[in-house]
C-alpha cells in the first residue's frame, strides 16, 4: 500500500507546485480602446464632453430660464456690421 501511495501523493505534489508557478504570474491588463463617441457620418458629436473644444461657447453672465443668452442685455448682442 505504501508502494502505491508515495509515488501518488508525489504526483499531486508536482502537479499542484507546477500550476502555482503558473497562476503567479500577472496577467496582461487588456488594451484600452479609446472612447470617442462619432456621429453616422464620422464627425465627432459635440454632446459629449471628450469632444468639445476649449473655448467654444461664449461667456455670457446673462442667461434666460432656458439657459439661451439673454439679449436684451449688452454683453450678449452680435455687433451689426457697418455699412
Do not use: C, W
Not at 508515495?6 to 504526483?11: K, Q, S, V
Not at 502555482?20 to 491588463?29: R, Y
Not at 476649449?54 to 434666460?64: F, I, Q, R, S, Y
Amino acid at each position: 500500500m505504501k508502494k502505491i501511495l508515495i509515488p501518488i501523493l508525489a504526483l499531486l505534489l508536482s502537479f499542484s507546485f507546477s500550476n502555482a508557478g503558473a497562476q503567479a504570474q500577472p496577467k496582461a491588463a487588456p488594451a484600452k480602446k479609446e472612447a470617442t463617441h462619432m456621429k453616422k457620418d464620422g464627425t465627432p458629436d459635440k454632446r459629449y464632453k471628450e469632444n468639445q473644444t476649449p473655448g467654444a461657447k461664449p461667456e455670457t453672465k446673462h442667461l434666460k430660464k432656458d439657459g439661451t443668452p439673454d439679449m436684451r442685455h449688452k454683453e450678449n448682442k452680435v455687433p451689426a456690421a457697418k455699412k
